[in-house]
Each structure stands twice: as structure tokens, then as C-alpha cells.
């Protein structure tokens, strides 16, 4: 019995680690999507130490993490049918769909609470709008009648706003009061280089979400299609970083071009290759191709610090 009950304590652990994608390279790259905002605003690297910043970049890492376990607990049946996923389905039924929806419930409710008592703290209202509508969205694309996850392109679009650009600019807001142009080239070019990611993560489960009924890119118009898509919008989003970063000097924008570009240069490679009975699978995805997502994500929160 008295090594029954840490077992089970360490089950139920794993498990809700895993219907919150904390396994590697996850919570790194989450790290990176509230930073991104706020190390473009930092006028001296101490600045994201202070209280409101903390508090902020904090909320907005719970409000991205509460998008999860509510997934988790709304797609099981796909998670079943999708290489790699099928550990997140057995997790969420260990847990129960209830704990899960409480996990979700709990961290969204705490997210906007600690988002706007910055908000007012600091009176700057883009802390609170930033976390509040990404909670709405997470809502939005989980929940009928609306589920964006359903709605083709809406899907990757969810995505950017919510784990990119909404983000970034309410850790920005917390630094610094006001957001000039490059900082919302900047923060768009974010957003839209995790549309080109999350348009690549939809492919794997393809499978899946055809037989839960949700009709994704790669649903549609199959996996080479959504690659190719996937490729082109990443391509823009790397010029908009790119011009959102100019102001620092020409050699650090494309310095950070650069490094957010070895993902690109990735995918392309996997075109010819990627077809219906050939989709790759979720945990090669993670460890090979979000690692170097993640060493680009590092470089853009590392470039405006550098560059003070």
C-alpha cells in the first residue's frame, strides 16, 4: 500500500503534465511567446523584473498553458486516432474529462484576474485585453456551435493571435505604455509565424480530425497542400519580424530573420516527401522540428536585449 499511493500520485502527475503539453520543447517555447513582447519593450534587461511585468508574463504563460487541457478534454476521439496523441487521450481519460475541464476552468479564471489587477495597477488596459480575449478565443475554437478547430484556416489563425501576437503585446504593455509601428510589425510578424507553424502541426493529425469530424487545412485540402501554405505564410511573417526589428540596426534584424528561418528552411526540405501515407509523426515533430523552432524563438527574445 505504501508504494501503491506514491505510484498512483506519480500517474496522475504525469498525466496532468501531459494533457497540459509540458513535455519538451513546450514549455521553453511557451516561455519564449510572453517574452517576445516584453524583451522588445525593455529598455534595460532589468526592466522584466519588475512586479507587473512578472505577474503579467506569468498570466499570460497560465492563460496559453489553460488552452490544453480543455482540448484535451473536447477531442479525445481524435487524440485516439493520431500517432503520438494517443497518450494525451489515455491521460485525459485517467484523469477524468471533469479534472480537466477544472484544470482549464481554474487557470483561465486565474489568468485574467492576475492580468487585470496589473491592468489597473498600471492603467494600461492592453495587459488585461491581450489574456481576456485569448481566453475568449480558446473558448471560441474548443466550443461549439463556433469551434474554430472546425473552420479551415480559422484554425491556424486561432493559434497566432492567442499563443503569439495577444500574448506579446500584453507582456509589451506591462514594460512600456505605448506601441510604435515596429513593435506591431513585430508582434504581427510573431503571429503570423506561428500561423505557418500551427498550419505544419495540423498535419500529423490529419487522420484524427477527419474522423472527429473537423475539417482543418490539412483535412481539406491534404497534407502537401497545407505544407506548402504552411511555408509561404511563414515566409511573410519572417519579413515582418524583419522589419520590426530594422530600428535595431539592419545586422540584428537579420540576424533574427535568420534564426526564426531554420524552421522554414525545415519544411521546405519535407514538400516532396509529405502526402496522406506518409505524415510524420507528432513526436519526431516535437523533438527534430519544434527544437529548432524553439532555437529561433530563443534568438528573437534574446535580439532586442543584445541589442540595447
Not at 4 to 20: D, K, M, V
Not at 151 to 173: D, K, V
Request: aromatic share 8%; proline share 6%; net charge positive.
Amino acid at each position: 500500500m505504501t508504494t501503491e499511493l506514491p505510484t498512483q500520485a506519480n500517474g496522475r502527475l504525469r498525466s496532468i503534465i501531459r494533457i497540459h503539453r509540458l513535455e519538451y520543447p513546450f514549455p521553453i517555447i511557451y516561455l519564449c511567446h510572453v517574452l517576445w513582447g516584453a524583451c522588445l519593450a525593455a529598455s534595460a534587461p532589468g526592466d522584466l523584473l519588475d512586479a507587473p511585468v512578472l505577474i503579467t508574463l506569468f498570466a499570460n504563460i497560465v492563460a496559453i498553458v489553460s488552452q490544453n487541457p480543455l482540448n484535451a478534454g473536447l477531442d479525445i476521439l481524435a487524440d485516439t486516432h493520431t500517432l503520438g496523441k494517443e497518450s494525451i487521450a489515455r491521460a485525459t481519460r485517467h484523469l477524468s474529462v471533469r479534472t480537466a475541464f477544472l484544470c482549464a476552468g481554474l487557470e483561465k479564471t486565474l489568468a485574467m484576474g492576475l492580468s487585470l489587477w496589473v491592468a489597473v495597477w498600471l492603467g494600461r488596459p492592453l495587459v488585461a485585453v491581450g489574456v481576456a480575449l485569448s481566453v475568449l478565443l480558446h473558448l471560441a475554437y474548443n466550443l461549439e456551435p463556433i469551434r474554430l478547430k472546425r473552420r479551415g484556416y480559422a484554425n491556424p489563425a486561432y493559434f497566432g493571435a492567442t499563443f503569439a501576437f495577444l500574448p506579446s503585446l500584453s507582456t509589451y504593455a506591462a514594460v512600456r505604455p505605448d506601441v510604435p509601428l515596429p513593435a506591431w510589425l513585430f508582434l504581427t510578424g510573431l503571429g503570423i509565424l506561428l500561423f505557418g507553424r500551427s498550419l505544419w502541426w495540423c498535419i500529423p493529425d490529419l487522420i484524427g480530425d477527419a474522423k472527429a469530424g473537423d475539417r482543418t487545412p490539412a483535412v481539406q485540402h491534404g497534407p502537401r497542400h497545407a505544407l506548402v501554405v504552411a511555408c509561404l505564410w511563414t515566409a511573410v511573417g519572417l519579413v515582418f519580424v524583419g522589419a520590426g526589428l530594422w530600428p535595431l540596426g539592419p545586422g540584428w534584424a537579420l540576424f533574427g530573420v535568420a534564426a526564426a528561418a531554420a524552421f522554414l528552411v525545415d519544411k521546405i526540405t519535407q514538400i516532396r516527401n509529405i502526402s496522406r501515407e506518409n505524415l510524420p509523426h507528432e513526436s519526431t515533430m516535437r523533438k527534430h522540428s519544434l527544437s529548432l523552432a524553439m532555437a529561433g524563438d530563443l534568438l528573437l527574445c534574446a535580439i532586442p536585449l543584445l541589442a540595447l
